[in-house]
């Protein structure tokens, strides 16, 4: 009936502890910062791809939104309505605390995030068509699309971030192997063209994440 329908939530996902979430904001924070003041960044920022202008300065700071909750969206159901939204059952996981591994941070014009890296039992709460509903990341394994959206650029929602992603690892696999701009002292960054850069972890950031669902 009517009220089941309205049970389901916009999505489900694993969302950070609150004692973790500003650790996970600094590092991004910081890793944005550094590379505003990069001359690499600074040097493919002027062929444009941030502001569509040959501005030559912009303040990365400013231009990304914060997102409001930490999280890593497994399924969007977007309350019922997305495709096999009823039928992803994971009642039994509700609730429980889970340990995230964030490898990677990446920046593009559009979007800031970090890749997340899923174990096998957490690929089991992974929809089997994330990755398909993307032309370009079709043949990408199992949970390529999981992230945290970090910030986002005005006018751009946050679906995007895990979009952008899945365009670096297609470039990835694609055998470009991108330019490695930078060994930095958190991992090691390159740059994938379009104004996409990744930040490779050298130790992953690992937060705990309760697995739950959000209504809005
Ligand atoms: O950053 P995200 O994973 O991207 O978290 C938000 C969350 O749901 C609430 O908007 C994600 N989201 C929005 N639309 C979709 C979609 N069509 N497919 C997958 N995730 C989506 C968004």
Redesign the pocket.
């Known amino acids: 009936g009517h009220l089941e329908e309205m049970s389901l939530p ?2 489900f ?1 694993w969302f950070l502890l609150s004692s973790v979430q500003d650790k996970v904001r600094c590092t991004s924070m910081d890793f944005v910062k550094t590379l505003d003041t990069l001359e690499a960044f600074k040097k493919h920022f002027i062929d444009c791809e941030f502001t569509g202008k040959a501005e030559k300065e912009v303040d990365l700071e400013q231009y990304f939104k914060p ?1 409001e909750i930490l ?3 497994t ?2 159901c ?1 309350y019922g309505k ?1 495709d096999g939204a009823k039928e992803y059952a994971v009642k039994d996981l509700y609730g429980s605390v889970f340990e995230l591994s964030l490898s990677a941070l990446f920046v593009t014009p559009r979007t800031v ?1 970090a890749r997340v890296s899923l174990t096998e039992e957490q690929l089991l709460l992974w929809p089997a068509d ?1 990755e398909k ?1 993307v032309e370009a990341s079709a043949s990408l394994p199992l949970g390529s ?1 999981a ?3 970090l910030g986002c650029a005005e006018g751009v ?6 979009l952008d992603l899945l365009e670096i690892l297609a470039v990835q696999q694609g055998g470009q192997s991108g330019e490695l701009v930078e060994e930095m002292e958190l991992g090691s960054l390159t740059y994938y063209g379009e104004g996409r850069w990744l930040l490779s972890l050298r130790e992953p950031i690992c937060v705990p994440a309760c697995f739950s669902s ?1 209504y ?1």
Not at 157 to 162: F, M
């Open positions: 916009l999505f996902g997102t999280h890593c969206t399924k969007f977007n997305k995030g994330a509903e699309r992230h945290v959206s929602e946050p679906v995007q971030t895990g959000f809005g």
